[in-house]
Structures are given as C-alpha cells and as structure tokens.
C-alpha cells in the first residue's frame, strides 16, 4: 500500500503554500487535500511493487514454458512430417 505519510508530506507542502490569511481553515484544507489525493490515487488502480515483480516473475516462467512447448511442437511436427508415406 502506498505509505500514508506521503499524503502527509504532499499535504504539508501545499498546506504550506497557501495565502497567511487562511491560517484559521488551514486543518479543514489539510483534511480536504488528504481526501482528494487518496481518492486520486484509489481510482489509478495501482498495484504494489511486490506484487508487480510477483506478476512479472510468473509471466516469465509462462514465456519460457510457451517457447518451449512451440519448440517441442515444431520437433514433433517435423517427425511426423518425415514419417508420412510419401513424403521422401
């Protein structure tokens, strides 16, 4: 999950850049802030990095098992290529 204190920090800076004479709404901006940027972030449909290189791992072990499996094919389709009558 996305580490809540990133939303914190982001809050801070732009709480921070923010005219002086708003200094008595400063918490309820900082709250609004916090809210818009989760639901920002909650609608990108992001995954976390581990479960990326889990997904990524998996998708290389499939690759090397479909070229394998295609090679295997080939062999199998050439022997049956030089076992028809006629073919020689």
Excluded: C, H, W, Y
Aim: charged share 40%.
């Amino acid at each position: 999950m996305i580490d809540p204190r990133k939303f914190d920090e982001l809050a801070r800076r732009i709480q921070a850049s923010l005219p002086p004479g708003l200094d008595e709404v400063r918490d309820d901006v900082t709250r609004n802030i916090r809210a818009v940027i989760a639901a920002g972030i909650a609608r990108m449909d992001l995954v976390e990095r581990e479960e990326f290189d889990v997904q990524s791992s998996v998708l290389a072990r499939t690759r090397e098992k479909v070229e394998a499996l295609e090679l295997r094919v080939r062999q199998l389709e050439e022997r049956l290529g030089d076992d028809e009558p006629g073919s020689g």
